[in-house]
T-cell receptor
Framework: DTGVSQDPRHKITKRGQNVTFRCDPI?????LYWYRQTLGQGPEFLTY????????KSRLLSDRFSAERPKGSFSTLEIQRTEQGDSAMYLC??????????FGPGTRLTVL | SQELEQSPQSLIVQEGKNLTINCTSS?????LYWYKQKYGEGLIFLMM?????EEKSHEKITAKLDEKKQQSSLHITASQPSHAGIYLC????????????FGSGTQLTVLP
């Protein structure tokens, strides 16, 4: 059983650059979620997709953030004009219908 | 908005000892999830509780949801170094299963 995968695992970028992360959910899962986690805190919800439709977005998701799930399979999260405050672990999770969310290994972003 | 408070924030125990981690919600819990996280990695699903009074066990880990559905506890019996990590409780704030709200975690260290 292949779990949720995320790429890259680590990303170091300079302030002002754009970055894009990819998430591949468990194959039969139709729901996909993005979270952000900073050191010493629990994950914070960013956005949720059901199939290709983005149905919920947190107010944490500023206009510099955009997420897509074009064919209802993999998803991308893009951050434009990165800021040092964007440094965090970005976690993706998936589920089949309203059920347990299974998380990927995360992408750690460092903005210099 | 729903808030989850975990206690203690950190715990150091000797191998073989029992321990309990608590998670208290500011609102009624629709679903309560326990995850484990190794530093710098993704979340591993442990258990999910929905009904008041429910109790689930997996190997040496037992989780309970109180009758009023506002508090959960995670109990580890005869702890081992492999139990070390960060334990996170997460809750579905609206019952829609569109996002989870997490506590800030309990860091568990098990000394051999």
């Amino acid at each position: 059983d292949t779990g949720v995968s995320q790429d890259p695992r680590h990303k170091i970028t300079k302030r002002g650059q754009n970055v894009t992360f990819r998430c591949d959910p468990i194959s039969e899962h139709n729901r996909l979620y993005w979270y952000r986690q900073t050191l010493g805190q629990g994950p914070e919800f960013l956005t949720y997709f059901q199939n290709e439709a983005q149905l919920e977005k947190s107010r944490l998701l500023s206009d510099r953030f955009s997420a897509e799930r074009p064919k209802g399979s993999f998803s991308t999260l893009e951050i434009q004009r990165t800021e040092q405050g964007d440094s965090a672990m970005y976690l993706c999770a998936s589920s089949f219908l309203p059920d347990t969310q299974y998380f990927g290994p995360g992408t750690r972003l460092t903005v210099l | 908005s729903q808030e989850l408070e975990q206690s203690p924030q950190s715990l150091i125990v000797q191998e073989g000892k029992n321990l309990t981690i608590n998670c208290t919600s500011s609102k009624t819990l629709y679903g309560l999830y326990w995850y484990k996280q190794k530093y710098g990695e993704g979340l591993i699903f442990l258990m999910m509780l929905q009904k008041g009074g429910e109790e689930k066990s997996h190997e040496k880990i037992t989780a309970k949801l109180d009758e009023k559905k506002q508090q959960s506890s995670l109990h580890i019996t005869a702890s081992q170094p492999s139990h070390a990590g960060i334990y996170l409780c997460g809750a579905d704030p609206s019952g829609s299963a569109r996002q989870l709200t997490f506590g800030s975690g309990t860091q568990l260290t098990v000394l051999p």
